[in-house]
């Protein structure tokens, strides 16, 4: 957890959920596994943060199942904020941008080929005001399914799980983002 953020941050916000949703998820796997148990490692960055890795492998449907969080911050060179904004702006400063970032993946590989793998990620970035530039902060990620088999259940359930929850924000989300997705 970053000491200088007030638990009502958005930082404070996303870091709780990722933890919670890893700790959900992987007592989900578990118990629908019904064998397997999820190996922990937590690994810290030199820089500041760190991180927790939790793999299942040889489960009883889940050949390998991993769930990986990291909140990490420090400082990157302007160069290297110019490239996370996507934007090909001169950012000229001396000194290095404080940054944080925290995010969460997950790849789970079932041993049935009839049932697709799954993936996704989601992550924050945020930079502090630095040389009069005014602090940023984005969001990312995105889920997807690959089966070895298409079966078109699979894929309307998939799909209508992401439009139900885009349109319980706004009901133009899921055309728009599918959109770019198939793009």
């Known amino acids: 957890t970053v000491a200088d953020q007030s638990e009502d941050s958005m930082k404070a916000k996303f870091e709780k959920a990722i933890r919670a949703a890893q700790n ?8 629908a596994d019904g064998y397997g148990k999820f190996q922990e490692d937590a690994w810290t960055r030199e820089g500041g943060g760190g991180g927790i890795t939790r793999v299942l492998q040889g489960g009883s449907a889940w050949e390998k199942a991993g769930v990986g969080v990291s909140v990490v911050y420090g400082s990157m060179p302007p160069e290297a904020y110019r490239a996370a904004k996507g934007s090909d702006e001169v950012v000229e400063g001396a000194g290095k941008v ?6 969460i993946s997950s790849v789970m590989h079932p041993w049935n080929p009839h049932a697709p793998t799954m ?13 009069g530039i005014p602090g940023q902060w984005w969001f990312g990620g995105g889920t997807d399914i690959t089966p070895s088999y298409v079966y078109e259940e699979d894929m309307k359930h998939f799909h209508g799980c992401y439009k139900a929850a885009c349109e ?4 133009n989300y899921y055309p728009k983002f599918k959109q770019w997705c198939d793009d």
């Not at 959900?24 to 118990?31: D, G, L, V």
């Not at 319980?168 to 009901?171: G, L, S, T």
């Open 168 to 171: 319980k924000h706004d009901p």
């Open 98 to 103: 404080p940054f944080f970032a925290a995010g």
């Open 24 to 31: 959900n998820i992987c007592a989900a796997i578990e118990e």
């Open 119 to 131: 993936h996704f990620n989601y992550r924050y970035f945020e930079t502090a005001e630095w040389n």
